[in-house]
């Protein structure tokens, strides 16, 4: 077994699906939306497969889909983007943040993760025979620690991961924290392997901020977006990533390796949907809102300690009730086996394995399934 993908084992998301598909429990583990597919995208999907053409399209992605990236980042966050030289589709985020890791990183570089931090990260960052340096936030408000992440920095440091809104936490980095990070990048000469998938999942009229609108380190980030998650399709595997050109020459020549190219009809749907009216945005906003209440209400009605979330599709809630070892991946089984619900254990977000305090719920669920959720849960209580 490879060392380094050994590690790790099986996902955690790929594990607690099995488990809850072999128990009949309700899956509110892995990060997918239920019901939520504009029918249009769907549609023009079906549309662009009919018509064709069926073979490679170009290495950085349609031309459509690039100018749909520019267009929707102009309208979204008033940015001006490049389209011919500054985007590069990919096959989901999860290559972006691949074709990022191995084409930016040497051997022996040091690059920062916010912990508790999606799995994908470490686990590529060694592949690439770089370090993972992990900085933990902390409940309850799990701010910027700015000491620690300061005290983490060395002269190899090459990069800072930057996932905001952030799984799976659900935390949005504000303003002053980003300034901040944007203040150590130019001092420390990095660049930002921004992971903002959740770009369009922002409740409650909150904004999503980026550091790619900060014009002093604009030339140092690379955005990285995911069709997956806007249109509620994550088994399409269609990702984007938008960055300087120089910076995104060299994880284009790693994704020419990687996957070369993403399928050309989804690249063709995934442009028309990033075109949809303003409405369809706000509206999946309001539903994925709707859904949070349901959840997190829900899951406090039965005597859940859950924090407020504003984004993402992830709530987590406090856990009591561990057995002596304090293991959270066996409360996480027993509540499958139990109460035939199924969550996340937060520690699969941590290198060391060694947080335990949450469990990460998926509210993104149709609302019977939510309803029926909860009602197990309030049941096993
Ligand atoms: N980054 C984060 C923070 C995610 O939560 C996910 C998906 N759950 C990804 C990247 C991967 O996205 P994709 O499915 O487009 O590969
Ligand atoms: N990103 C999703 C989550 O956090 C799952 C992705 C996966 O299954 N690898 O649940």
Known sequence: VNSVFGAGGTSIFETMSRLAAETGSINLGQGFPEGLEPPEVVEAAIAALRAGPHQYPPMMGVPALRRAVAENTKRFLGLDVDWEREVLVTSGATEALADAFFGLLEPGDEVILFEPAYDSYATIIRRAGAIPVPVRLAPPDWALPRERLVDALTPKTRAIVVNTPMNPIGKIFDESELAFLAELVLERDLVVIADEV?????????????????????????????????????????????????LLAPIARAHQFITFTTPPALQAAVA??????????????????RRRDLLVGGLRAAGFEVADVAATYFAVAAVDGLDDAGD??????????????????????????????????????????????????????
């Open 328 to 381: 959270d991946f066996a409360f996480c089984k027993r509540l499958t086996l139990e109460a035939g619900v199924t969550a996340v254990p937060i520690s699969s977000f941590y290198g060391a394995r060694d947080v335990r305090s949450h469990i990460r719920f998926c509210f993104a669920k149709r609302e019977d399934t939510l309803t029926q959720a909860v009602e197990r849960l309030a049941a096993w209580r």
């Open 198 to 246: 959740y770009e369009h999942l922002v409740l409650d009229g909150r904004r999503h901020l980026t550091l790619f609108a900060d014009p002093r380190v604009r030339d140092r980030v690379v955005r990285i977006g995911s069709a997956g998650k806007t249109f509620s399709v994550t088994g399409w595997k269609v990702g984007y990533v938008t960055a300087d050109a120089k």
């Open 272 to 289: 028309f949907g990033l075109g949809l009216p303003d409405a369809y945005f706000l509206g999946l906003r309001a539903e994925l809102a």
